[in-house]
């Protein structure tokens, strides 16, 4: 925002900083948190602690003491921001996603060599894990999370560590234990996803599957065409007991395809082409074809009788192609409509808008601090700056109370 347009809705923004930073116990801290947000909405090339004080006219300490050393806890304001942003996005989805920040040296918290999405291949970057809530019309994140990769555990670590100030609490986790730690975490405020979406990275892992069957989630993930799966009809089979040792439980006695196999069998003129969602010039359709099956590989949880639970697999076979070009898993119930199906598992589009506004306009890739601590902080204000946002497009001409 330019400097103008933010002082037309300053009493707004001060309203809002005042309702989002009630957990911080400290008018001075409350103060500084609401500077901040200034700083990250102010218009401006990069949205470090030394550039928005210059903008802001004040002395850049202020800003590095509030977000390093100032005593305040992230998690009470990060949930305060959950419940607002699920309020104002009325999310027919929540999506699990995780994105790059490129780092030069090896000092930031988390920084290694790994491959990011963001920049399409291995470089030096830390990756944040989020939440989001999303709809076709909104989205804005609920929580985030700094991946630690292992190479930041152990003795040899120690001392980056210190210098990071990662916590003794904190070790590697995986991407998906991280995603799971956060629905934990949503879910205790009271805030459960009535779906949840995520790319391959996380629905081609059996854990973080069976990890959401475990918390009772509905959910829709993209995964690979080389998983395997049962058919409908398949049956399993007791197996004679001998007398001797334990029972042998249940199996299948056919051999699981790729899922590639079975819509391959099944064939493209099975499918039917379904629109979902309207375009910048047209309606956003494809071709697809809907099987029910039964995912075999690690982790399924039979019943007792051996029974692996009847899943949806979604592939999208778009014309002129000789095999589908995605794929997707979902234990919604059997009498969804195809189309609310389709819809769910291209509902993931929303965030990309997300990160490229909190990148380019609210600096959220901008944090050049080497506090763990301090990461988390700045993610959250930049997330409260980008539901600032959401809610005055969704709401212009909502006056600021007296």
Request: with cysteine.
């Amino acid at each position: 925002m330019r400097a103008g347009e933010l002082a037309v809705v300053r009493g707004r923004l001060e309203e809002f900083a005042s309702e989002v930073l009630v957990p911080l116990v400290r008018r001075d801290q409350r103060e500084k948190g609401a500077l901040y947000l200034r700083g990250l909405l102010l218009e401006g090339r990069r949205k470090s602690m030394q550039p928005m004080a210059d903008r802001l006219g004040v002395d850049h300490q202020q800003l590095q003491q509030f977000m390093t050393s100032s005593t305040w806890r992230v998690e009470e304001v990060r949930a305060r921001l959950a419940w607002r942003a699920v309020a104002a996005v009325r999310p027919q989805v929540w999506v699990v996603d995780d994105t790059g920040f490129p780092k030069d040296g090896r000092s930031s918290p988390g920084v290694a060599r790994q491959y990011s999405g963001t920049l399409g291949k291995v470089g030096n970057c830390q990756i944040g894990v989020s939440v989001h809530a999303a709809s076709d019309t909104a989205s804005c994140p609920l929580s985030w999370r700094l991946f630690l990769p292992a190479a930041w555990d152990g003795p040899d670590a120690e001392a980056r560590r210190r210098a990071c100030k990662i916590p003794d609490t904190v070790h590697h986790r995986a991407k998906w234990q991280l995603a799971l730690d956060m629905l934990d975490e949503l879910d205790a405020t009271g805030l459960r996803p009535a779906v949840l979406v995520a790319d391959t990275g996380y629905g081609a892992n059996a854990d973080f599957r069976r990890g959401l069957e475990d918390r009772g989630r509905a959910y829709v993930l993209q995964v690979k065409a080389e998983m395997t799966a049962y058919r409908e009809d398949a049956k399993p089979h007791q197996p004679a007991y001998g007398g001797l040792g334990p029972r042998p439980l249940p199996r299948y006695r056919t051999r699981p395809v790729s899922l590639r196999e079975h819509v391959l069998a099944a064939g493209r003129g099975s499918g039917r082409t379904l629109s979902w969602r309207k375009g910048s010039k047209a309606a956003m359709s494809s071709h697809f074809v809907f099987l029910r099956v039964r995912i075999a590989g690690r982790r399924p949880r039979p019943s007792d009788d051996g029974t692996i639970p009847l899943v949806w697999l979604i592939a999208q076979w778009p014309e002129g192609e000789a095999e589908p070009v995605k794929y997707w898993i979902s234990n919604l119930p059997a009498g969804i409509p195809a189309k609310d199906l389709v819809r769910l598992a291209k509902a993931r589009w929303r965030i990309e808008h997300d990160y490229r506004e909190l990148k380019t306009a609210l600096g959220l890739d901008h944090f050049e601090g080497r506090s763990f601590t301090g990461w988390h902080r700045h993610v959250t204000l930049v997330t409260a700056a980008h539901l600032f946002l959401t809610e005055q497009r969704r709401n212009p001409k909502a006056p600021a109370r007296a």
